[in-house]
């Protein structure tokens, strides 16, 4: 079945510190690909959406790429800042007509001041 | 701006009763989804629906019913609450499933956060 593998549970970094957090994935055909960001005491909202191979999404100063040949897909920013603290989430969506997501464990992004 | 509203916000229920959690969304989307949280892992999905009256299996249905009245309301259902489904359960809403052209983003509530003792 469908799965996505995010290794980093926990990342503390400090403000202007460089984000990298990789999610690789597992499927049939050719997938959608997401982050999600959740803030404290809120649901998940759609942060980047990436469709196509080797293009980058961005927003907010995230960038987001994807590596089809190696089944990953990474969310980076160059300086985060202490509002980035939150829990990303790496979604993968299939090609059956549910729209169901099949979601990463997540990464808690501690940025100290 | 999508709204998606649960439920109560957090519930106590005792094992072996039974549990109601409601999700009303505004948005006059067709899809709606059940998610279960549970710290380190994820999120994952529990049932979905695509149009009134029908609801699908997810991922982990097992002890859950769900129930799709109208477009706007979708509850999931705890007919014997155990221990294990103590969880932070998310609803959430789409315009339809992401075929080419469309985004699909999915809106989700704060969250029903739920302890069975």
């Known amino acids: 079945g469908d799965s996505v593998i995010q290794m980093q549970g926990q990342v503390t970094l400090s403000e202007n510190d460089f984000l990298f957090i990789n999610c690789t994935y597992s499927t049939t055909g050719y997938p959608t690909l997401f982050w999600y960001v959740q803030y404290s005491g809120e649901g998940p909202q759609l942060l980047l959406q990436v469709t196509t191979a080797n293009n980058k999404g961005s927003s907010r100063g995230f960038e987001a790429t994807y590596d089809k040949g190696t089944t990953s897909f990474h969310l980076q920013k160059t300086s985060v800042q202490e509002i980035d603290s939150a829990v990303y989430y790496c979604a993968m969506r299939d090609n059956t007509n549910t729209g169901k997501l099949t979601f990463g464990d997540g990464t808690v992004l501690t940025v100290k001041p | 701006e999508a709204a998606v509203t649960q439920s109560p916000r957090s519930k106590v229920a005792v094992t072996g009763g039974k549990v109601t959690l409601s999700c009303h969304q505004t948005n006059n989307h067709d899809y709606m989804y059940w998610y279960r949280q549970d710290t380190g892992h994820g999120l994952r999905l529990i049932h979905y629906?695509?149009?009134?009256?029908?609801?699908e299996k997810g991922d982990i249905p097992d002890g859950y019913k769900a129930s799709r009245p109208s477009q706007e309301n979708f509850s999931l259902i705890l007919e014997l609450a155990s221990l294990s489904q103590t969880a932070v359960y998310f609803c959430?809403?789409?315009?339809?499933?992401?075929?080419?052209?469309?985004?699909?983003?999915?809106?989700f509530g704060a969250g029903t956060r739920l302890s069975v003792l």
């Open positions: 959430a809403s789409s315009a339809d499933w992401g075929g080419a052209g469309s985004q699909n983003t999915l809106y």
């Open positions: 629906s695509y149009v009134a009256d029908s609801t």
